[in-house]
């Protein structure tokens, strides 16, 4: 079961809607939601020319006396996509068409309002434009009228730090606090957590899609050659990782830095020596002190060879990220 899979299990529970809409879309319509209404709509769709569409996670929501669309696209490529935005034109194109066809239309006919929500969680941090109309040559005397505009909503998990995340009680914070763990013990504190707030009998289906998303992604990505075939609830986890943590903790900064420095190396070759010297070092601070603020991914893609040099011999030894940087 690869990323894509596992979150759209996840994605499939009105809770996990409802955490990422309160917690994450911190605009003021959100508090007019009724989330008691949170139904989830059929991804799997045919537009005319017979293209079918299945990988979407789609939930409608009432907003006063209408709905409105929420339409999750997950994406865990290892590259940012440029061009995201003229996808989400065509995907949301695609959903308009089938809710003309299927009569799901606002009370006086016209469309419903859909918010295109992309969840990313790769290494790099997105940069590519949010909005359509920044794809497109302007063009004076008028014609730029007929310029579309769409700009979708941009959850890039690996740019909240813990300090955010860790005071929300709130199962998609949760899901990216696990996403940015960097060792077994970040791991235990958020299981702990979630061993707690899906206690209820009707957490049962949801308990289990965070088991399965722990068992099949993510430890197998930290832990190799793990066996975790006995496993079955969220409480096994959190025993078996209090059980092995000194091991683990090894084991899964071996495998850490290993993903890093090929990483790295990756991306030097893209980019050149010291843009990859830059990318490299960039990918061992966030390993090891977590996420960086813009200020300090500032000093490091301004540095020349011999200071990122300098900052790379750091890494090892210092106890914090200012460590790295001091004079």
Known sequence: MDHD???????????M??????????????????????????????????????????????????????YLLIEFQSTV?????????????????????TGRLAADGRLPPVLPIVLYNGSRRWDAPQEIADFIVPVPGGLETYRPHLRYFLLDEGRYAESELAPLRNLAAALFRLENSRTP????????????????????????????????????GKMPGVELGNIN???????????RVTEWTKEWKHQGWLEGLEEGRQE????????????????????????????????????????????GERVLTATSVEDVFKA
Request: hydrophobic share 45%; glycine share 6%.
């Open 5 to 15: 899979h596992s979150y759209k299990l996840l994605f499939s529970h009105a809770e």
């Open 17 to 70: 809607v409802a955490d990422l809409l309160r917690g994450f879309v911190r605009e003021d319509w959100v508090q007019q939601l009724d989330f008691d209404s949170l139904e989830k709509v059929n991804g799997s769709y045919v537009a005319d020319d017979l293209r079918e569409r299945e990988d979407d996670v789609i939930w409608r929501v009432r907003w006063g006396r209408e709905w409105l669309y929420v």
């Open 81 to 101: 996509d440029r061009y995201m935005a003229v996808r989400i034109l065509a995907y949301l194109g695609l959903l308009y068409q089938d809710l003309v066809r």
């Open 185 to 220: 013990q970040d791991v235990e504190r958020v299981l702990a957590a979630l061993v707690t707030w899906l206690r209820a009998p009707e957490q049962t289906s949801l308990r289990r899609a965070f088991t399965v998303w722990l068992k099949r992604v993510f430890l197998p």
């Open 233 to 243: 609830d969220l409480q096994e986890v959190q025993n078996m990782l209090a059980e």
């Open 268 to 311: 030097g070759r893209r980019e050149g020596c010291r843009e990859g010297e830059a990318a490299l070092l960039l990918r061992l601070l966030e390993l090891r002190f977590g996420p960086l603020d813009e200020t300090h991914r500032g000093r490091v893609s301004q540095a020349d060879a011999d200071t990122l040099l300098k900052w």
